[in-house]
């Protein structure tokens, strides 16, 4: 048997049997299989902005990042934890081309007023991960109204992607990385009820809605998109030992410590989508461990046609995205000083 014939078999035989292709073991199994598919150093000049840099994957993919050369916007939503996390990271890495952006990814607010300024002052973004994430163990709700993991994981991203794409413009090829779940196989888009708030609470399962609902804001995003020189692609991390799954998931990590994967682990396939060569020619994907997945294991969980686009223009009403009007001025404020 061939070497690529058998390293697939059993890539697709850990991503079924589940636990182990989420744990480390996966992890540790398929990387002696990669090929040098990521760039070694990027361009000069190349930026990505991570969201939830502060902790977990985010800081970690930060580190890649600042690794690889690049100049990382690091949005978090408080300073000063933001400021440490740059600090040990800029110690680590070597690298001074490290930002903080201060952001509240749950407010519409804070995403309007940082998006401005962002595409105001910056040129060019080559990559956005929206990776900023929370399971909240109450129905809270959002100053503005929503529920909690649907303001964080859904329309706050949504919004500051719509609103960054003058800046992914002028970066083009640019891409877009929306970190998703492995719990998202369990749900099926209840688009007339977005936030769930005719079910009762029910942490896993209402975040593991908001995983679905990023997957296929994925595959509209790459759809509407095609050809704009952005390319969109979501992915789940497997499991990891994070600041996240310490409070969210105590009894989970309790069992499962062992197998755990390190954040540095779970944030290979988002370093590896924004600047391998094979993701950008197969937009709009789920990928996991550097290979495209299924984005359904059981046939109750696709949804319609119909509904996949209810999601889109929820998500525009609610935050008040309209394409037509545009979002925000295309030329940053350096350009105009120049005409
Ligand atoms: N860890 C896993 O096993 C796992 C598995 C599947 C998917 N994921 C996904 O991977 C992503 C990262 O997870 P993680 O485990 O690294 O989580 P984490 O340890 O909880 O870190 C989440 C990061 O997001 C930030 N954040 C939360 N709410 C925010 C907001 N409203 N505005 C701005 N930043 C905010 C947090 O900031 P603070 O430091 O201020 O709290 C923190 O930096 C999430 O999308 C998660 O759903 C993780």
Redesign the pocket.
């Known amino acids: 048997m061939s070497r690529a014939l058998s390293s697939g078999l059993i890539d697709k035989t850990l991503d079924w049997t589940v636990l182990p292709g989420y744990s480390k073991l996966g992890f540790r199994v398929r990387e002696r299989f990669w090929h040098d598919g990521e760039a070694q150093a990027l361009p000069a000049g190349w930026s990505v902005l991570v969201?939830?840099?502060?902790?977990?994957?985010?800081?970690a993919a930060c580190e890649r990042f600042a690794r690889l050369g690049a100049s990382v916007h690091m949005?978090?939503?408080?300073r000063e934890?933001g400021e440490d996390a740059r600090a040990r990271i800029s110690e680590r890495s070597g690298s001074d081309r490290l930002k903080v952006e201060v952001?509240?990814?749950?407010?519409l607010a804070s995403v309007r007023d940082f998006s401005s300024r962002f595409v105001a002052e910056q040129g060019q973004l080559h990559a956005l991960v929206n990776?900023?994430?929370?399971?909240s163990s109450t129905r809270i709700h959002t100053e503005e109204g929503f529920e909690l993991s649907f303001a964080?994981?859904v329309l706050?991203p949504f919004l500051l992607t719509n609103r960054l794409l003058p800046s992914l413009r002028r970066g083009a090829p640019s891409r877009v990385i929306n970190?998703?779940?492995?719990?998202m196989y369990s749900q099926r888009l209840c688009a007339e009820d977005l936030q769930l708030e005719r079910r009762e609470y029910d942490p896993p399962a209402f975040?593991a809605h908001t995983?679905r609902c990023e997957v296929i804001l994925t595959e509209l995003w790459a759809e509407r998109l095609r050809g704009s020189g952005i390319s969109f692609h979501a992915m789940?991390?497997?499991?990891?030992d994070?600041?996240?799954?310490r409070?969210s998931l105590p009894r989970f990590r309790k069992l499962m410590r062992p197998l755990?994967r390190d954040?540095d682990q779970?944030a290979d396939t988002i370093v590896w989508l924004a600047t391998a060569v094979e993701p950008a020619e197969r937009p709009g994907l789920f990928w996991h461990d550097r290979a495209a997945r299924p984005t359904h294991r059981v046939p109750w969980t696709r949804e319609s046609g119909a509904d996949r686009e209810r999601l889109w223009d929820e998500c525009a009403r609610l935050s008040g995205w309209s394409e037509d009007a545009g979002p925000v001025p295309a030329t940053p404020s350096s350009d105009k000083e120049s005409d």
């Not at 969201?51 to 800081?59: E, L, N, P, R, W």
């Not at 990776?131 to 399971?135: E, I, R």
């Not at 970190?179 to 719990?183: D, K, M, R």
């Not at 789940?236 to 990891?240: E, I």
């Open positions: 969201t939830g840099a502060s902790a977990g994957i985010g800081a949005l978090v939503r408080n934890k952001c509240d990814v749950s407010s990776n900023a994430g929370v399971m964080t994981n706050g970190v998703s779940s492995g719990g975040y995983k789940h991390p497997g499991w990891a994070t600041p996240g799954v409070t755990l954040a779970a």
